[in-house]
C-alpha cells in the first residue's frame, strides 16, 4: 500500500480533493463561547462567524492530542500503509504538529512529521504534494521531500477588517495591534517564517484586496501556479481576488481552489478574512 498522508483540519481543503487524493483529516478543536466542537465536524463556518458577531464573545482553539494522532497512524499502519507522513499548520501557530511528533515516537520511525510553516491552502498544496508523489509510488522519504518542497514554493498573504482577533488569540503582539486601530487601517500579513506579520497596511478594504492581487503576482515570479483562495464571512472579497488574479496570471494560472476558511482561522482572524495563497509549481 503507498505511503498515507495526514493533514489537519485548517488545510481547508475541498472534499473532492480530500477523497481524490485519499487524504486523512485530523480536526482541530474550537471553543465558541463556552461550546466546544471539532472544526469542520461539530463546528462551522457560520458558528464561528456568528459567535463573533456577539457583543460578548470568547473563542479558543486547541491541538489534537497526541493520542488521537496515534490512534490515526495506527489505523493506518494497520490498514497496510507503508508509511505515513503527516503534514500540519506551522508550529508557530498551534501545537498540532508538536502532537504529532509525540504521537510519531510510538509507531518505530514509520512516521514523518512536516512543518507547513502556514495554514489554510498554504497547508494544503504540501499536503497534496505529499499524496502525489504517494500515489506515484514514492518512498517515504520521498513523500517527505515532495511535501518539504512544496512548502518551499507556498507563499500566504491575507488582509484581516481588524487585528484585534489576531491580538486575543496571541498571534501578534498588543503594540502591532494598537498602532492598527488607532490608525483605523487595513492590515495585510504574511507568513515568512510560519508566523504571522504584519507587512503592511492600507486605508480600506478594497484598497487591501488590490495589493493582495499585487503581491500574489509578484510571488508567482515567472512561474506558473495554483491558487488557493479563502476568505470569511466575505465571498464577494474572494471571488474579486480569483477575477482579478486570473486576469493578470493568464495562462500561467492552473488550479484555482475557493473555500471558505474553517472555525479556526476564524476565532483568530475575525469576519472579513480574504486570504490568497501562490503555489509555483516546479519547472519541468
Known amino acids: 500500500m503507498p505511503v498515507a498522508v495526514v493533514t489537519d483540519s485548517t ?52 491541538r489534537p492530542a497526541p ?6 497512524y495506527r489505523r493506518l499502519l494497520d490498514d497496510g500503509a507503508d508509511g505515513i507522513v503527516s503534514v500540519h499548520l506551522s508550529a508557530g501557530l498551534s501545537g498540532t504538529v508538536e502532537a504529532a511528533r509525540l504521537a510519531a515516537v510510538d ?51 491575507f488582509y484581516v477588517d481588524t487585528l484585534e482577533f489576531l491580538r486575543r488569540g496571541g498571534r501578534i503582539n498588543a503594540a502591532e495591534a494598537l498602532f492598527g486601530t488607532a490608525l483605523s487601517v487595513k492590515p495585510i500579513m504574511h507568513m515568512p517564517d510560519g508566523t504571522i506579520v504584519l507587512r ?31 476568505h470569511l464571512a466575505a465571498p464577494e472579497r474572494a471571488e474579486a481576488l480569483l477575477a482579478a488574479l486570473t486576469l493578470r496570471l493568464g495562462e500561467r494560472l492552473h488550479d484555482t481552489y475557493v473555500s471558505e476558511a474553517g472555525a479556526v482561522v476564524a476565532a483568530h482572524a475575525g469576519p472579513g478574512l480574504a486570504c490568497v495563497v501562490v503555489h509555483r509549481r516546479p519547472r519541468s
Open 11 to 62: 488545510a481547508y481543503l475541498p472534499p473532492e480533493l480530500v477523497r481524490r487524493h485519499r487524504l486523512t483529516v485530523v480536526p482541530l478543536t474550537v471553543v465558541l463561547n463556552g461550546a466546544e466542537g471539532l472544526e469542520g465536524v461539530e463546528t462551522q463556518p457560520a458558528d464561528a462567524t456568528r459567535a463573533l458577531g456577539e457583543r460578548r464573545v470568547s473563542a479558543s482553539t486547541s
Open 67 to 72: 493520542e488521537q494522532f496515534a490512534r490515526t
Open 107 to 157: 509507531v518505530d520511525g514509520r512516521v514523518e512529521v512536516v512543518d507547513s510553516r502556514s495554514t489554510g491552502m498554504g497547508l494544503g498544496f504540501p499536503a497534496i504534494a505529499a499524496a502525489t508523489a504517494a500515489q506515484a509510488g514514492a518512498d517515504l522519504a520521498g513523500v517527505r521531500e515532495a511535501a518539504l518542497a512544496a512548502v518551499a514554493r507556498t507563499t500566504v498573504w
Open 200 to 230: 503592511e497596511k492600507v486605508r480600506t478594504a478594497s484598497r487591501g484586496v488590490a495589493r493582495l492581487v499585487d503581491l500574489a503576482v509578484e510571488a508567482a515570479g515567472d512561474d506558473d501556479v495554483d491558487l488557493g483562495v479563502h
